[in-house]
DNA sequence: AAGGTGACTTTTC
DNA sequence: TGAAAAGCCACCT
């Protein structure tokens, strides 16, 4: 069988692939997800992709960085959507508008 | 090709 | 406890 070198395309795909398995109701840290993905050292990463990507079936909105707040980007807008479908899913934000981590980190099976 | 940047995390004080 | 600095590393100029 023919062996293929690991290229930076696999590690987005991979990555993506873990945020699609984030369930409803739950959110995933930066740091986390880069490391289910086998890329311990990339959380920035994981943000420089979901800014970009197109796939409408990853759940961007279910990422959140260490401290359980929405990250900031310089258009403000989608940090308000994100809000919006997190507190839908039953995601309650704190008084200071971040996750309470320690009841809604995804905590993978 | 070399250096700046960033939807981050951890350590330090 | 919390702000600031340091550490990291793929991407973009």
Do not use: C, H
């Amino acid at each position: 069988m023919t062996e293929r070198a690991i290229t930076s395309q696999d590690s987005q795909q991979q990555i993506l692939t873990i945020i699609k398995l984030i369930p409803a109701g739950r959110v995933a840290t930066y740091g986390q997800i880069a490391k289910l993905a086998g890329l311990p050292k990339n959380a920035r990463q994981v943000g420089s992709i979901l800014k970009n990507v197109s796939d409408p079936d990853v759940p961007w909105f279910r990422v959140v960085n260490s401290k359980g707040e929405i990250s900031e980007r310089g258009n403000g807008e989608s940090q308000l959507v994100q809000r919006d479908v997190l507190d839908d899913e039953g995601v309650q934000f704190t008084r200071t508008g971040a996750v309470d981590l320690s009841r809604f980190l995804w905590e993978p099976t």
